[in-house]
C-alpha cells in the first residue's frame, strides 16, 4: 500500500497549474479574452496533463502489471552492473501526451537500493 497520498491531480502539477489558473483569472478579469481564453485551454491541457486515476489492480505472486500507461516499443536483454551484476530484460514503454504520466511498481517486493541521478523536471 502506498503511504502517498492519492489525489486526482499529481500534486508535483500543482506547481504549474494553479499559477496558470490565477493568471487566465487574471487575464480574464482585465478583459483580455483572447489571452484568457488561451490560458484556459493551457490550464485544461495541464489538469488533463497531471490527472492520477483511481486504478483497480490485479495482484498475484506470479503476475508483472504494467509500471505505466502507454505502448512497449522494446523488449531488450540487458547486462546491469550497478547493482544486480546480471543480464536482465529491459522494457521500454513509450507515453504519449495523452497517456497517463504516473509510474508504479509492476511487481510486489522490497526497495534494497535507492540510486538518485540528479535532473530536472523539464518543462
Known amino acids: ?10 500534486l508535483e502539477g500543482l506547481k504549474l497549474i494553479i499559477p496558470l489558473a490565477v493568471l487566465t483569472i487574471v487575464l480574464f478579469v ?6 484568457g481564453a488561451a ?3 493551457l490550464t485544461l491541457f495541464m489538469l488533463f496533463f497531471f490527472r492520477n486515476p483511481r486504478r483497480a489492480v490485479v495482484q498475484g505472486d506470479h503476475l508483472v502489471v504494467s509500471p ?3 505502448k512497449v516499443v522494446a523488449v531488450k536483454d540487458v547486462r546491469e552492473d550497478d ?3 546480471q543480464d536482465v530484460k529491459r522494457i521500454s514503454i513509450f507515453l504519449s501526451v495523452l497517456n497517463v504520466h ?3 511498481a509492476p511487481v ?3 526497495v534494497e537500493n535507492i540510486d538518485y541521478k540528479p535532473g530536472k ?3
Open 108 to 110: 510486489r517486493g522490497t
Open 121 to 123: 523536471f523539464n518543462i
Open 68 to 70: 505505466a500507461d502507454g
Open 102 to 104: 504516473v509510474n508504479c
Open 30 to 35: 482585465l478583459g483580455w479574452i483572447v489571452a
Open 83 to 85: 547493482y544486480l551484476h
Open 39 to 41: 490560458g484556459l485551454i
Open 1 to 10: 500500500m502506498s503511504s502517498k497520498l492519492e489525489t486526482p491531480i499529481a
